[in-house]
């Protein structure tokens, strides 16, 4: 149904497992810093992706710098949080096990937390990144006088129509992932005090409200950028 966007769609994807299975991952092995790889690898995946889209043009390039902010915030969030609170990688479940097998491969695992919401929150950054872009570009392409105020206003409006299901989107798809956590939490009927506080749900929440205020705070920085991009001269 897509045809050749469709079809670049699916290369895109391809090439973004590629890029997790056989860069992130064997950087991580090695120990390497995981969040700076895991954003070069965003950065890099992120390109690519939106190349194969729509090739080389102002529309790429707007949604692409625009991405890379948004998984940069949420990445930041992140690790903020993890500065505020005792969380970090060796509160997630796999922990044990990692430190168990990859401790003679020098893998770090303090920050894979931080680098796992940077992975998880791409798609949603990446839709509402093209999803603000494209539609302001085709206001420029019928308006080319619009002023540069006039066309940042409208990116912020067509952003505001997305962000709220994106953030659902996000949110969603971690309750989703954590579903089993959580029937066992109602199945025990833990005192909610308890269940906010649990690693296990407190990872879900850092992760659910880094990603969202990374999708909030792309919609500005994207619409700026477009709106000087265009109508600069």
Same mark, same amino acid.
């Given at each position: @149904?897509?045809?050749?966007?469709?079809?670049?769609?699916?290369?895109? @994807?391809?090439?973004? +497992?590629?890029?997790?299975?056989?860069?992130?991952?064997?950087?991580?092995?090695?120990?390497?810093?995981?969040?700076?790889?895991?954003?070069?690898?965003?950065?890099?995946?992120?390109?690519?992706?939106?190349?194969?889209?729509?090739?080389?043009?102002?529309?790429?390039?707007?949604?692409?710098?625009?991405?890379?902010?948004?998984?940069?915030?949420?990445?930041?969030?992140?690790?903020?949080?993890?500065?505020?609170?005792?969380?970090?990688?060796?509160?997630?479940?796999?922990?044990?096990?990692?430190?168990?097998?990859?401790?003679?491969?020098?893998?770090?695992?303090?920050?894979?937390?931080?680098?796992?919401?940077?992975?998880?929150? @791409?798609?949603?950054?990446?839709?509402?990144?093209?999803?603000?872009?494209?539609? +302001?570009? &085709?206001?420029?392409?019928?308006?080319?006088?619009?002023?540069?105020?006039?066309?940042?206003?409208?990116?912020?409006?067509?952003?505001?129509?997305?962000?709220?299901? +994106?953030?659902?989107?996000?949110?969603?798809?971690?309750?989703?992932?954590?579903?089993?956590?959580?029937?066992?939490?109602?199945?025990?009927?833990?005192?909610? +005090?308890?269940?906010?506080?649990?690693?296990?749900?407190?990872? &879900?929440?850092?992760?659910? @409200?880094?990603?969202?205020?990374?999708?909030?705070?792309?919609?500005?920085?994207?619409?700026?950028?477009?709106?000087?991009?265009?109508?600069?001269?």
């Amino acid at each position: @149904l897509g045809g050749k966007k469709g079809a670049a769609a699916v290369l895109g @994807l391809a090439f973004n +497992m590629f890029s997790i299975w056989f860069l992130l991952i064997p950087l991580l092995k090695r120990g390497f810093p995981s969040i700076p790889s895991a954003i070069l690898i965003v950065a890099f995946a992120t390109s690519v992706s939106l190349l194969l889209l729509n090739g080389f043009s102002k529309k790429t390039f707007c949604a692409a710098i625009g991405c890379i902010g948004g998984v940069a915030i949420a990445g930041l969030i992140a690790f903020i949080a993890g500065k505020l609170t005792p969380i970090n990688g060796f509160n997630m479940p796999e922990a044990e096990e990692l430190v168990l097998r990859a401790s003679d491969s020098g893998l770090r695992i303090s920050g894979l937390l931080v680098s796992g919401i940077l992975i998880s929150s @791409l798609g949603a950054v990446m839709d509402i990144s093209m999803s603000v872009v494209s539609p +302001m570009a &085709e206001i420029y392409e019928i308006n080319p006088r619009i002023l540069q105020k006039d066309l940042f206003k409208s990116g912020l409006n067509i952003g505001r129509d997305t962000m709220g299901t +994106m953030a659902n989107t996000l949110i969603l798809a971690f309750a989703g992932a954590s579903l089993n956590m959580l029937i066992l939490f109602r199945i025990f009927d833990y005192p909610y +005090m308890q269940v906010f506080n649990s690693d296990l749900m407190t990872i &879900e929440i850092i992760q659910g @409200l880094a990603g969202s205020i990374g999708i909030v705070l792309t919609v500005p920085l994207v619409s700026l950028l477009t709106a000087f991009i265009y109508t600069r001269k």
